[in-house]
């Protein structure tokens, strides 16, 4: 069944489909969670420093609050409700990667290519999505969270 355009000119959001999605995001996120902390952990990552320590725990609120949020919204996600806490995860994300890129816990040096500097983009690349979604959802906060289609 395909999304048909609704009177409004928006499209329907199949609620079965976006809760397929939340119960993936949950479960890759708590795998995530689970390959930095447990196993293999982060320790065994040759490029990653000791430094990581330092940062592991934004990482770690970052995934947690993922994971919580997508939990409720498998049960509850009217649309403002799931805007607020896109802002909050956004904001922990984009803090995660500021401080990602202050820290910079990696070490490339044993490779011949260029990953620090990649690494950095990457970041960067975070730190402004991560920006940009926060005043997309503030937008969709403010205005009911209404979807274009």
């Known amino acids: 069944m395909s999304q048909q355009p609704s009177t409004t000119g928006h499209r329907t959001d199949r609620p079965a489909g976006r809760r397929a999605g939340y119960v993936i995001a ?5 795998v995530l969670l689970w390959l930095i902390n447990v196993s293999p952990g982060w320790q065994t990552l ?3 420093t000791d430094r990581f320590a330092d940062v592991v725990w934004v990482i770690n609120l970052s995934l ?3 994971i919580v949020a ?3 919204y498998v049960a509850y996600d009217p649309p403002r409700f799931r805007a607020a806490c896109q802002i909050v ?3 922990i ?3 995660a990667s500021v401080l990602l890129l202050q820290v910079f816990p990696f070490d490339f ?3 011949t290519l260029p990953w620090a500097t990649v690494a950095r983009v990457v970041l960067v690349i975070a ?4 920006a940009i979604s926060v005043l997309v959802e503030v937008v969709r906060l403010v205005r009911g969270g209404t979807r274009r289609g």
């Open 64 to 66: 947690i609050a993922s």
């Open 89 to 91: 995860i956004s904001l």
């Open 127 to 130: 730190i402004v999505g991560s």
């Open 93 to 95: 994300g984009l803090g």
């Open 109 to 111: 040096s044993a490779y």
């Open 26 to 30: 949950v479960l890759v996120n708590a």
């Open 46 to 48: 040759s490029w990653i």
């Open 70 to 72: 997508n939990a409720i």
